[in-house]
């Protein structure tokens, strides 16, 4: 059974930062592919920020490009998504993904190509 249990959400006001967090337990983590999407009020999920097994490779939503950072901690099974100079359109509900993968260097932002999700973290951001 894989779990993936984020944290590190909360409010903060329009050009400030936080740090998101997701703990994946149940298998070995350097095995996944790991993806931060989000979905805000009343719209479909959509992808943020990914990130390849070995770490080589990240990728992001044009939304996000330069103001987001995704990484990850395979010592300790921690996906992280640092997120600066937010805006009121980044408030959403944050889920970090998980994708079984055979190559080191994948990275994708579909949504169909993750196996395992966690519950969310509310992230708003006030103007």
């Known amino acids: 059974q894989v779990q993936l249990v984020e944290s590190g959400g909360g409010l903060v006001q329009a050009g400030g930062s936080l740090r998101l967090s997701c703990v994946v337990s149940?298998?070995?983590?350097?095995?996944?592919?790991m993806g931060w999407f989000r979905q805000a009020p009343g719209k479909e999920r959509e992808f943020a920020a990914a990130?390849?097994?070995?770490?080589?490779?990240?990728y992001y939503a044009d939304s996000v490009k330069g103001r987001f950072t995704i990484s990850r901690d395979n010592a300790n099974n921690t996906v992280f998504l640092q997120m600066t100079n937010l805006k009121p359109e980044d408030t959403a509900v944050y889920y970090c993904?998980?994708?079984?993968?055979?190559?080191?260097?994948?990275?994708?932002?579909?949504?169909?190509?993750?196996?395992?999700w966690g519950q969310g973290t509310q992230v708003t951001v006030s103007s």
């Open positions: 993904a998980a994708r079984t993968t055979a190559y080191a260097s994948g990275t994708s932002g579909r949504i169909q190509d993750y196996d395992y």
């Open positions: 149940g298998r070995t983590f350097s095995t996944y592919a």
């Open positions: 990130i390849s097994r070995s770490a080589g490779k990240t």
